[in-house]
């Protein structure tokens, strides 16, 4: 179609809007009398419609000026059109984590305190008591004495006996050790106040007439106590050199604390 073909309408913009606004109320009176709606939902729709018809021509492309049946427009003329809600737009990106802060300088360590004097060393607890005395050690000793070119005399105590000893130093005889046995003579200790034999000596002098003459044997007891006997030698070309030890046992002034003269 031409452009000079077109019919033209013979009411200008506001006239043409004011035609649909009566319109819009007439339509609405009907819906109020028909009870079809409250007369709030009819203000709402008198509002939009408004809204629609006051926009100008050629911005709503839902407008209709010729309604027909069917086609979904409204009593006013006007096509009821809502446009689809648009898309949610994206979630924006999280923001990045801040970098963490330096760490605070580690504090100084405190000075070691001066090391405290020492304390005063302790009382010296009692001395404590005195143990029991040990066994007797056994009583063995022996001694010897030669005054010639005969014979050798030897004094022994062992096992609380005593033993007077005679060996013949002449090549011609056999040098044999002879012992005699001295316990079992008069007035020898055996025990008791006396105690027993435990240290024994030798004494020979040979030479000249004296009293106490031959070789003398003497022992010292357990309690202190000091004994002596005195033997006599005898020997022949023929025969070894042998002792007599006729007894007995004297005791001698034994020794002590302090000077023992009397």
């Not at 709402?44 to 010729?66: F, I, L, Y």
């Not at 409204?74 to 802060?101: D, F, M, N, Q």
Request: charged share 15%; hydrophobic share 30%.
């Amino acid at each position: 179609m031409s452009p000079d073909s077109r019919t033209t309408s013979p009411f200008g913009p506001l006239a043409r809007d004011a035609f649909r606004k009566a319109g819009m109320v007439a339509s609405l009176a009907l819906v109020l009398a028909a009870g079809v709606a409250s007369p709030a939902t009819a203000a709402a729709r008198a509002v939009t419609g408004q809204a629609v018809t006051a926009e100008p021509s050629g911005g709503d492309k839902c407008k209709n000026d010729h309604p027909r049946a069917g086609d979904g427009t409204s009593a006013s003329g006007g096509k009821e059109c809502k446009g689809p809600t648009g898309p949610t737009g994206p979630k924006g990106a999280t923001g990045a984590t801040g970098p963490t802060g330096p760490q605070g300088p580690t504090g100084a360590t405190g000075a070691t305190g001066p090391q405290g004097p020492t304390g005063a060393t302790g009382a010296t607890g009692p001395q404590g008591p005195t143990g029991p005395a040990g066994a007797t050690g056994p009583c063995v000793e022996i001694d010897g004495f030669q005054d010639q070119q005969v014979y050798e005399v030897r004094g022994a105590v062992s096992g609380g006996n005593t033993y007077a000893g005679i060996r013949d130093v002449r090549p011609s005889q056999d040098h044999t050790m002879r012992w005699t046995d001295l316990s079992g003579l008069q007035g020898y200790p055996t025990g008791g106040q006396n105690g027993t034999a435990c240290g024994v000596s030798v004494n020979e002098h040979s030479q000249g007439m004296q009293d106490l003459a031959g070789i003398k044997i003497d022992i010292i007891t357990t309690t202190g106590l000091v004994f002596e006997t005195i033997c006599t030698e005898s020997h022949a070309a023929a025969t070894p050199a042998t002792l007599t030890c006729p007894g007995p046992w004297v005791p001698l002034n034994s020794p002590a604390p302090g000077d023992n003269n009397t």
